[in-house]
């Protein structure tokens, strides 16, 4: 409990100053008039048991701020959100500070030793209480993994399968809930692999036919200007130069508007410059009789304060289709929260790229199929414009499936245990 000093012209300004510090939970003690205006002593974590305890034993109360204070003998009023009063007969009023206290007003008063073992005790119990929730919860797990298995031995197996795969848990939990109730082992082996093909979105557009303006957004290192080279390769060899424009609004990074005319100039495309939501718009208005436009978008982060910015670019440019490029060697957490950042922008599409580095494909297949964000290309190269294509979800997940034909040192009770985590609680609790 921390008990602190209030002095200020009137009650108003007093109970002001206790709102601001100490919040709507704190509890009045005390009230005083004195010469200089109103006196409020008020706590916070206030604990009745403690003061009267406090009381009985005539132990001062800690004050912040010294000064002496006399409980009122006429509760204050308050109203809603304002600090309550404690009823004055629990109060006892703590001795005047010697003046060294006095002219060190952060000072605070030593608690009483039994309140002060009261709050060490307090925070034991919690922090046990704690360790018994934790090791409840564990114990609760492993009986509902196990019984799992007992009773649905192919759907632990399944559930196994893609967690090896890398599909995040709860994803893998719908996946088995789409599955037939009884299955053979030869069904648990392929079924499932079907299921995830299904659950994968694919929005079978080929930009290189379709046109358009498309802008690719994205955090910074998955390779979006690359990617935006090879789509634009793609559409000068079905149309032609001259139908094909680049558009860059990344004025943040050095040198990221001379790489993109590099490869302008290689594919005699002309890049244009737009670094405001006017100039953008002015630009796509001047390229309409082009078949295919690409945007390139700086890259930023889902934390970075600039996100906003080129969110409202893109929105105040007109009628443009967005793209999110994502790295598939990414960690799923951080897929998980770049998408989630860039989903007020409401992508239409996702672009996948360097599967050639990444070790599973769970984590991006699980975020495309929690956010239901239809696929357009994966990448898996740097070369231009070889190392690109349209998504498909069944090469997608025959790709990510290699996973299962590999080796794996088999440490069951650490396997069990993992799975218990993932599964076991929700098993056990449905």
Not at 24 to 34: G, K, Q
Not at 280 to 285: F, I, S
């Amino acid at each position: 409990m921390k008990i602190k000093r209030f002095v200020a012209p009137d009650m108003r300004q007093a109970m002001r100053g206790v709102r601001e510090e100490q919040g709507p939970d704190a509890v009045i003690l005390s009230t005083r008039r004195l010469d200089e205006g109103i006196e409020i002593i008020a706590a916070v974590d206030y604990d009745e048991a403690l003061v009267r305890e406090a009381a009985r034993h005539g132990a001062p109360l800690p004050v912040e701020r010294g000064g002496e204070s006399v409980a009122s003998k006429t509760p204050v009023e308050t109203g809603p959100g304002e600090p309550r009063v404690a009823a004055p007969s629990m109060l006892r009023s703590p001795p005047p500070l010697p003046p060294a206290a006095e002219a060190r007003p952060t000072e605070t008063v030593l608690l009483h030793p039994m309140m002060e073992r009261a709050a060490h005790d307090t925070a034991r119990m919690r922090a046990e209480l704690g360790d018994l929730r934790s090791l409840l919860e564990t114990q609760l797990s492993s009986l509902g993994w196990n019984d799992l298995e007992r009773r649905h031995p192919q759907r632990a197996r399944i559930l196994r399968d893609l967690t090896r795969l890398g599909i995040e848990a709860d994803v893998a939990r719908r996946l088995v809930d789409e599955l037939p109730s009884q299955l053979s082992a030869e069904q648990a082996r392929y079924l499932p692999l079907g299921v995830l093909s299904r659950s994968l979105a694919v929005s079978g557009r080929d930009l290189a036919a379709d046109g358009g303006v498309t802008a690719l957004v994205g955090p910074t290192g998955v390779g979006k200007t690359t990617t935006i080279a090879k789509l634009a390769a793609q559409a000068v060899l079905r149309h032609g130069a001259a139908r094909v424009a680049l558009v860059s609004t990344d004025d943040y990074r050095i040198g990221a508007a001379a790489q993109l005319e590099h490869y302008g100039r290689l594919l005699g495309v002309r890049v244009y410059p737009a670094h405001d939501a006017d100039s953008l718009r002015r630009v796509l208005d001047n390229l309409r009789d082009r078949h295919t436009v690409l945007v390139d978008t700086a890259g930023v982060a889902g934390s970075d304060p600039r996100l906003q910015q080129q969110m409202t670019l893109l929105r105040d440019a007109g009628a443009l289709r967005t793209c999110v490029v994502l790295a598939a060697n990414a960690q799923a957490q951080a897929l998980d929260e770049t998408l989630r950042a860039y989903l007020p922008l409401r992508p239409q599409a996702c672009i996948l790229t360097k599967l050639d580095e990444a070790p599973s494909l769970g984590g991006a297949l699980s975020m495309l199929i929690r956010h239901r964000l239809p696929l357009d290309y994966i990448t898996d190269g740097q070369r231009v414009p070889e190392d690109i294509a349209a998504a498909d979800a069944r090469v997608l997940v025959c790709r990510a499936a290699q996973a299962l034909k590999q080796p794996v040192a088999e440490d069951k009770a650490a396997d069990d245990l993992k799975l218990a985590e993932r599964f076991g609680l929700a098993m056990a609790t449905a």
